[in-house]
């Protein structure tokens, strides 16, 4: 059983920053690719950003240079840095898990940026 736990959203003013953790209760947790999605009201989710099993990240090209996700494979946490977040940056977070095809999801956490 996979289970994720986000953390680290709320409420930002436009050009503020925050920080998500998500912590994984896995055996391995370094077998997993970790990526972020982010789920807009009436918007489909989308892929914010990656990080492979060896460290190897990729970020939509809308919050490139802003983002930042990272992975501590003690901790068994993946982190997503925002930066100079928008308006546009609101919706719910959620943390993805893959290994084998198969992938697991948090529950989510909101982040919303005034302008």
């Known amino acids: 059983q996979v289970q994720l736990v986000e953390s680290g959203g709320g409420l930002v003013q436009a050009g503020g920053s925050l920080r998500l953790s998500c912590a994984a209760s896995v055996t391995i947790f370094s077998r997993y690719a970790m990526a972020w999605y982010r789920q807009a009201p009436g918007k489909q989710r989308e892929m914010v950003a990656i990080?492979?099993?060896?460290?190897?990240?990729n970020l939509v090209d809308s919050v490139k240079g802003r983002f930042t996700i990272s992975r501590d494979n003690i901790k068994k946490t993946v982190y997503l840095q925002m930066n100079s977040l928008k308006p546009e940056d609101t919706a719910v977070y959620y943390c993805?898990?893959?290994?084998?095809?198969?992938?697991?999801w948090g529950q989510g956490t909101q982040v919303t940026v005034s302008s």
């Open positions: 990080i492979s099993s060896g460290g190897t990240t």
């Open positions: 993805n898990a893959k290994l084998g095809g198969y992938n697991y």
